[in-house]
């Protein structure tokens, strides 16, 4: 069984249209995290949600928008997608926001933006 | 201010040789050490923690609180372990804090 999963792992899409990213973690983790790995591989932290409630909001442009509706899934939706949007976008959760043991990553969406 | 410094981008090494992968944090209080591996296009996984003290795939970590390092190491590097290498510091004690990755590290072993 997958611990987190993220659907679709790849999305090809043309600028201006508005797309989401579904997760989702079996793992009874509280905390769960979207991070956005770009061409150079760094590793951006985007948002995170703590019993769904949103405890990390790092200057993302407000056409990305998070949804957490239960502690075990947090989406992602995307309005007026850009060129500069292109990237890996990485789910995660942890067992609490503490960070003790770590993350557990999503395989990745590799989202190309046209 | 929270950083972590990961001051190679790219180490090339043969197959056989020592590998040390460098990692120097700068956090208030006594944080938790990470080192996460992505192989290619696969997911981040965890590598190892220091909390656990143990060995991974041949690899450990010392954290050296002195220096405020935590580098990576393995004596004897196999091809198997090229892939992007992250160091993630976490304050692991409450407060307001932003979870940081170093800029990675891309391993190559050639045969």
């Known amino acids: 069984d997958t611990a987190v999963s993220q659907t679709p792992k790849y999305l090809v899409t043309q600028m201006g249209n508005d797309k989401s990213i579904k997760c989702e973690q079996n793992?009874?983790?509280?905390?769960m995290y979207w991070y956005k790995q770009d061409s150079k591989k760094f590793l951006k932290i985007m948002f995170s949600?703590?019993?769904?409630?949103?405890?990390i909001n790092e200057t993302v442009p407000n056409r990305f928008s998070p949804k957490s509706p239960d502690k075990a899934h947090l989406n992602l939706h995307i309005n007026s997608l850009e060129l500069g949007d292109s990237a890996v976008y990485f789910c995660?959760?942890?067992?609490?926001?503490?960070?003790?043991?770590?993350?557990?990553f999503g395989s990745g969406t590799r989202l190309t933006v046209v | 201010a929270q950083r972590v410094t990961q001051p190679e981008k790219l180490l090339s090494v043969f197959k056989g040789a020592p590998v040390e992968l460098k990692c120097n944090y700068s956090y208030s209080g006594s944080p938790e050490l990470f080192w996460y591996v992505q192989y290619s296009r696969q997911r981040l996984q965890l590598l190892l923690r220091?909390?656990s003290r143990e060995s991974i795939k041949g690899f450990t970590a010392d954290l050296n609180k002195g220096e405020t390092s935590f580098h990576l190491k393995k004596p004897f590097a196999q091809e198997e372990d090229s892939a992007m290498y992250y160091c993630?510091?976490?304050?692991?004690?409450?407060?307001?804090?932003?979870?940081?990755f170093g800029r990675g590290t891309s391993l190559i072993v050639h045969p």
């Open positions: 949600y703590n019993n769904k409630e949103l405890i």
């Open positions: 993630a510091p976490t304050p692991a004690s409450g407060g307001s804090y932003i979870p940081t």
């Open positions: 220091h909390i």
């Open positions: 995660a959760s942890s067992q609490d926001r503490l960070l003790v043991y770590g993350y557990t």
């Open positions: 793992l009874g983790h509280d905390t």
